[in-house]
């Protein structure tokens, strides 16, 4: 019987459940409005599982659907670097 060892060494030398760094809770603070607007999409959704969807569930899923979509758009424009003047 061969003996199997790894022919490489370590990728990361931190425990895996080490926890998350500073520029990794930042990076999740950005992206919390759509996070949140998501599980409200979420929710929404979840609720008409059990049943037809009325009007009232229909305009919450709807109005979660705005919020996440600007959602979207506000993070996609916040990453998105800014340009001045000329073409784009």
Do not use: Y
């Not at 609720?47 to 758009?73: F, M, Q, Y």
């Amino acid at each position: 019987m061969k003996n199997i060892a790894a022919l490489q060494k370590v990728v990361t030398d931190l425990l895996p459940d080490a926890e998350p760094s500073a520029a990794e809770l930042d990076a999740i603070d950005i992206e919390m409005p759509l996070i949140l607007a998501e599980v409200e999409l979420l929710d929404a959704q979840i609720i008409t599982l059990d049943r037809a969807p009325n009007v009232l569930d229909n305009r919450r899923i709807r109005r979660a659907e705005n919020k996440v979509l600007a959602a979207r758009r506000d993070l996609a424009n916040r990453a998105a670097p800014v340009q001045s003047g000329g073409a784009a």
